[in-house]
């Protein structure tokens, strides 16, 4: 619904901003000549000419237009998008199309508060917003999933994350918070109801591996499900077709 409502919103100061340059919609049927940019600051300028490049030389229907400005839209880097169309020559050969941008403020920090277990560089390195980037809402929420999947590899499986944003002149602050849990790791992997392959044979098949001098035994719930359809995929390959995991029981200490 946002982008309807954006992209009607957006035809209507298009065709308003047009009708000033003349009242015979004399852009209509004329091809592109180029497409220029005024309020660009931190986006990477070769990127928007990449993304509009398609459309020069094209003739400017309602079709071409409604496809140019959802391309705009949808790189979403801009709070706000006003469209104008121009002469490209004194003839009114051409057209000249020209977008008057405000950007998204830039990412003026990362930071991490309340990680003990895991070094900030490691949390940073899992995330996708950067320090000078535009900030994104959406890619944010998705960094919060990445470092809690992150947690959940090193063996935190109760870890929490959120973040919050600070805006200053220069840009916004983005910090994620980690309430870590405690972390789980893997003492001792025992074996039931095995006969035909000893517990060592079955232990190589598993991904989850306990804890060693240079292992961590992290524990990771996933793991554990694919390790259950590890042990029975090996057991039927070595001809036991009737083979299943029934049970897997925890003790905690």
């Not at 409502?5 to 049927?29: E, K, M, R």
């Not at 180029?34 to 928007?48: A, N, P, T, Y």
């Not at 959802?70 to 020209?98: C, G, N």
Request: aromatic share 10%.
């Amino acid at each position: 619904m946002k982008r309807i409502a954006f992209i009607i919103a957006l035809v209507g100061c298009a065709a308003f901003s047009f009708a000033q340059q003349s009242a015979d919609d004399w852009f209509w049927g004329k091809p592109i000549a180029s497409v220029q940019w005024e309020g660009i600051k931190h986006v990477d300028k070769r990127e928007l000419d990449a993304t509009v490049h398609p459309y020069i030389g094209k003739t400017f229907t309602d079709e071409v237009w409604s496809d140019l400005q959802a391309r705009v839209y949808e790189l979403d880097w801009f709070d706000s998008i006003e469209p104008a169309a121009y002469p490209a020559d004194k003839d009114k050969t051409q057209v000249l199309i020209k977008f008057v941008v405000v950007e998204k403020p830039a990412v003026e920090a990362v930071r991490v508060s309340g990680n003990s277990g895991l070094r900030t560089s490691e949390i940073l390195d899992a995330v996708q917003v950067k320090s000078g980037d535009l900030y994104n809402a959406s890619k944010v929420k998705l960094d919060e999933l990445a470092i809690r999947r992150l947690y959940q590899e090193k063996g935190y499986p109760d870890a929490q994350v959120s973040s919050s944003t600070q805006s200053n002149p220069s840009g916004v602050a983005v910090t994620f918070s980690v309430v870590e849990g405690g972390q789980v790791s893997i003492k001792e992997l025992r074996f039931t109801g095995n006969s035909a392959f000893s517990a060592k044979t079955l232990k190589a098949q598993l991904g989850l591996k306990e804890a060693a001098l240079f292992q961590s035994g992290a524990f990771q719930e996933a793991k554990l499900e694919e390790d259950k359809a590890k042990i029975v995929a090996y057991y039927k390959s070595k001809g036991y077709i009737d083979a299943s995991v029934l049970d897997v029981t925890r003790s905690v200490s």
